[in-house]
């Protein structure tokens, strides 16, 4: 009992000294969840605004008429079907040559489609025929 009135003072200064420690440590633990949950949150932002953009390209009637391009895009003996209805593109191709899978393909590519089927087939060294199913 001597023994601990005599250290009394170096035991409350150990226990204030762990429990400082212990307090310090939760502070940066809660600090990096705090900054990892605000990166989360600018994630979700961005992805939000990013589906918001893209509704926007769907939405919009320019989009509709750029799927009737894939009609005119080559002449009318080439094309064995195409349906389009108020949301997809369905076309399907024959006896391509190089370039008008080429421009195809561009159209494809620099517009907002959501791509459901593209089939190449080579019919023979230098023509190709294509079946392609698009929405957007």
């Known amino acids: 009992m001597n023994i601990l ?19 310090l440590f939760y502070k940066i633990s809660i600090s990096n969840i ?3 949950k605000q990166r989360e949150i600018k994630r979700s932002i961005d992805e939000i605004n990013r589906i ?13 008429k750029r799927a009737l391009e894939f009609k005119n895009i080559v002449s009318e ?6 349906k389009k209805r ?20 561009k159209l494809l590519v620099k517009n907002p489609f959501i ?19 698009c929405r957007w």
């Open 5 to 23: 009135k005599s250290f009394r003072n170096e035991l409350t200064i150990l226990l204030v000294t762990i429990f400082t420690g212990y307090a």
């Open 34 to 36: 705090y900054i990892e």
């Open 52 to 64: 918001i953009e893209l509704k926007r390209f769907w939405r919009d009637r320019a989009t509709h």
């Open 77 to 82: 003996k080439k094309i064995s079907s195409f």
């Open 86 to 105: 108020t949301k997809s593109v369905e076309v399907r191709y024959r006896d391509l040559s190089s370039k008008d899978l080429n421009r195809i393909v």
């Open 115 to 133: 791509i459901d089927n593209l089939k190449i087939d080579r019919d023979n060294r230098e023509l190709y025929s294509m079946e392609l199913r």
